[in-house]
């Protein structure tokens, strides 16, 4: 299905969404879903984390990353800047400035953070995807994006620590924070 330019920006624009929820555009139209609490406290600790083991970067949330493909700017729920790339009025980032994007999956976004965005992510050339399922308590690392893919993947349960390549650093999480539904 191919959007409009402009079109999902416009009618955000018109229409209020409460912060405890996220307006999807799927096959039956708009819908408007609620974000768990475990969805948010979840993306909180990883924000949490970029910004504790991660010197000289910031973490960053509730974005869309351009430019848009095939009709779509994926948001992803967390991810890293460099510092000086990091612009407080800014609500869309380059897919070039992104070391990685993660997904906290949501009940209504299983399929589209395991089947959709993977490939709107490599697509893009970005570094690696972390998928981080609280409604299974297993995570997910996807790296190396190649041909629309990645092509290397790696997962476990929470309590696992995962090491994410970020430029010439690793960023190392502790999903024993992560939150489970």
Do not use: C
């Amino acid at each position: 299905m191919t959007i409009a330019d402009g079109w999902v920006e416009l009618v955000q624009d018109q229409i209020e969404i409460p912060r405890s929820a996220r307006l999807r555009l799927t096959e039956n139209g708009l819908t408007l879903v609620p974000v768990t609490h475990a969805h948010t406290t979840t993306a909180r600790r990883i924000a949490n984390q970029i910004e504790t083991g991660l010197p000289g970067w910031a973490a960053v949330g509730e974005f869309s990353v351009v430019p848009p493909r095939e009709g779509y700017k994926p948001e992803p729920d967390a991810a890293a800047l460099p510092l000086d790339q990091v612009r407080s009025g800014d609500s869309e980032v380059s897919e070039k400035l992104l070391p990685f994007v993660v997904e906290v999956v949501s009940p209504e976004s299983r399929n589209r953070d395991y089947n959709t965005k993977p490939g709107h992510y490599a697509l893009r050339g970005i570094p690696a995807y972390l998928i981080v399922d609280v409604l299974s308590a297993r995570w997910t690392l996807l790296t190396r994006p190649e041909n629309d893919e990645y092509q290397h993947n790696e997962s476990g349960v929470f309590g696992d620590r995962i090491e994410i390549p970020v430029a010439d650093q690793t960023l190392t999480l502790d999903s024993s924070q992560f939150m489970r539904i």
